[in-house]
């Protein structure tokens, strides 16, 4: 596989599209029953001489609250499968490296065009759960079977950060690996290239 670039993942994105396209479906139909519990009439009892009326539910006075949490949730997931599941269908390429400068479509949506390899202050091939930054307790127990890309840099905008999974991209690890050592000889100064040249 060429090391200057790497091509989104089919596989990978179509089993997190499919994930999140479950999620979505599993809140959508949990706020609908807690719609139907909240607006169901109560059910009559039987008794032997006829049907007495039910006793008062004990409904959810928060059930409002929960069911336009879980349609936003719903919606979220829905965002994140259509996003994964356009990523699996084109198969686009997730990062190249031409002429010294990184592209990406992750950095134009952080509002860049593309990046000098110059930039890149810190370059890690790792496991996820090693990468900087605080980590929750669950994405930190689910980042420890993953392992990841992560780009720092450094440009007129600010500071930022640029992170790709193995099931992102074809080729997974290895293939992360092949791209950071190509990038690193990139970072290099021009005079270094030449005199190991």
Request: net charge positive.
């Amino acid at each position: 596989m060429n090391p200057s670039i790497l091509h989104y993942s089919r596989g990978g994105n179509s089993g997190k599209a499919l994930l999140f396209l479950a999620f979505a479906v599993v809140a959508f139909v949990v706020a609908g029953l807690m719609y139907d519990d909240a607006h169901a009439p109560p059910p009559p009892v039987p008794l032997a001489g006829g049907l007495w009326p039910a006793p008062a539910p004990r409904r959810d006075p928060l059930a409002p609250l929960h069911m336009i949490v879980l349609i936003g949730a719903g919606c979220g997931c829905l965002f994140y499968a259509a996003r994964h599941g356009r990523r699996a269908a084109t198969a686009r390429v997730a990062v190249r490296i031409e002429n010294g400068r990184l592209y990406s479509d992750l950095l134009h949506d952080a509002g860049i065009g593309s990046l000098d390899a110059r930039d890149i202050t810190q370059l890690l091939v790792d496991r996820a759960d090693r990468f900087p930054g605080d980590l929750s307790v669950s994405v930190g127990m689910g980042a420890r079977f993953r392992h990841g890309l992560y780009l720092a840099y450094r440009t007129d905008q600010g500071p930022g950060v640029l992170r790709l999974m193995d099931n992102d991209v074809d080729g997974g690890t290895e293939q992360l690996r092949r791209f950071a050592t190509y990038l690193e000889a990139w970072r290099k100064p021009a005079d270094d290239r030449a005199r190991q040249a």
